[in-house]
């Protein structure tokens, strides 16, 4: 009986899942796998383990099983593959540094054993890699290349694989055990939560995003980035909702470039893949910054005294998520208020976030340091009480994470209180710092 092995990595669903598809087409037999890679599952804090953890929980009731394996991708699939019988292993392509490069491995190692690794599909629209410019090349601006996959377009969303025998008879490991910080509260897991979620902001909230969606006090945003993350729900679908939503159509197009700046990043990255960690601009490597010390960990729990920049990082401890507009806000005051280097906030929010995405966090911060691709201008410094003003003017988001300012009136709760840095004095330093950088 023809067996295929299903390698659920970064697409927890059934609908959409063309890897799927092809699973079930040349295999009689599937078997539901999901490794916990050690190199993945340590580096990840409590909110992205827990919630992964109960995502595949979703996924296996879904399945009627799921064959859990904990261990080195490149030695568990040549063993699952002799314990089933199987003749395939289906994946979603990985486009990361290190997704790609351990497919290639293990593509290897099945091929020992004379057992195709079949990529069908990816976490994206379009695959990254695939969009080039008249010369040839990669975007590297976003506006081309929002312009170039737009008009690239994508297929209409994969159909749901019917009467799918499931093999989940082999010896499965537990899932692990992940203890939540007190206070710690997640958002449901799961495909079906992913439609019932996407679903219930296209009806009531996607009119408003547009003009709402820099609110932070307000419940404008979509929060389908942990979805998307753990690919309980693909964009290709996500996209295909838009093209028949009546409404907004300002505020349509609006979500539909939040998913190509998505996609963009994720391009950046599989043609450079050493700015996940390295500066895309190199020249930024040599701006003077501070050693990271008390001023970091005084960022890092919300301690800073400007209130806006304080919520942000409490909310990213308390829910494992922090809006878009505060992301910026409080990544500006790092790096141009603090003078510490980029890379120490981005390893930060991966530690915390639940929708943890290596692309779109190390170069959204990359964009916000004014090193990265199509970045914003260096000397674009970020003001925290003025932010806080403009995108939270009654201040409650401010009191909602900083709850010993819930008794101060806007607009004075966008004041500082003991401030650890004077804002006006660090931005005339970060610029000064900037000008010598550009003089050489």
Not at 210 to 221: H, S
Not at 300 to 329: S, Y
């Amino acid at each position: 009986m023809p067996t295929s092995v299903m390698w659920f990595r970064r697409d927890l669903r059934l609908a959409d899942n063309p890897a799927l598809v092809e699973a079930t087409q040349r295999g009689t037999e599937v078997v539901p796998l999901f490794v916990v890679d050690p190199r993945l599952w340590q580096p990840a804090g409590p909110a992205r383990r827990a919630y992964l953890v109960a995502s595949l929980e979703s996924l296996a009731q879904r399945t009627g099983g799921l064959l859990v394996r904990t261990g080195d991708p490149v030695e568990v699939l040549p063993t699952v593959v002799r314990e089933a019988h199987a003749d395939s292993v289906n994946v979603a392509a990985d486009f990361g540094p290190y997704g790609a490069e351990r497919d290639r491995c293990v593509e290897r190692t099945l091929a020992e054993i004379g057992v195709p690794l079949m990529r069908t599909g990816s976490p994206y629209a379009v695959a990254p890699g695939r969009l080039l410019n008249k010369a040839g090349d990669g975007y590297q601006v976003f506006t081309p290349f929002s312009r170039a996959w737009r008009d690239h377009g994508w297929p209409a969303p994969a159909p749901v694989p019917r009467n799918v025998s499931w093999n989940v008879s082999l010896r499965s490991d537990p899932l692990p055990t992940v203890e939540l910080p007190a206070g710690l509260s997640l958002p449901s897991a799961g495909e079906e939560a992913a439609r019932r979620h996407w679903g219930a902001f296209v009806a009531d909230r996607l009119d408003a995003y547009g003009a709402a969606r820099n609110r932070p006090d307000l419940d404008a945003t979509s929060h389908m980035s942990v979805h998307l993350k753990w690919g309980e729900i693909h964009p290709r679908t996500m996209l295909a909702d838009l093209e028949a939503a009546e409404g907004n159509q300002r505020s349509i197009s609006t979500y539909r470039t939040e998913l190509a700046w998505r996609e963009f990043y994720a391009d950046v990255l599989a043609r450079r893949p050493e700015t996940a960690r390295e500066y895309y601009k190199p020249d930024f490597a040599r701006l003077a910054y501070d050693e990271p010390g008390d001023a970091l960990e005084a960022w890092k729990h919300g301690r800073t005294g400007f209130p806006i920049v304080d919520a942000g990082m409490r909310q990213l401890r308390a829910e494992g998520w922090m809006h878009n507009r505060v992301r910026m806000i409080v990544a500006s005051f790092l790096v141009k208020d603090l003078h510490i280097e980029w890379q120490h906030g981005a390893r930060h929010f991966l530690r915390w976030l639940v929708d943890g995405d290596l692309a779109s966090n190390n170069h959204g911060w990359q964009w916000t340091a004014g090193c990265g691709t199509d970045a914003a201008p260096y000397f674009r410094v970020f003001n925290p009480i003025e932010q806080g003003k403009k995108f939270d003017p009654d201040g409650d988001y401010i009191r909602r994470y900083v709850p010993e300012l819930r008794d101060v009136p806007a607009p004075e709760v966008h004041q500082p209180r003991a401030p650890i840095v004077d804002h006006r004095e660090e931005r005339t330093e970060a610029l000064s710092r900037y000008e010598r950088l550009r003089n050489g």
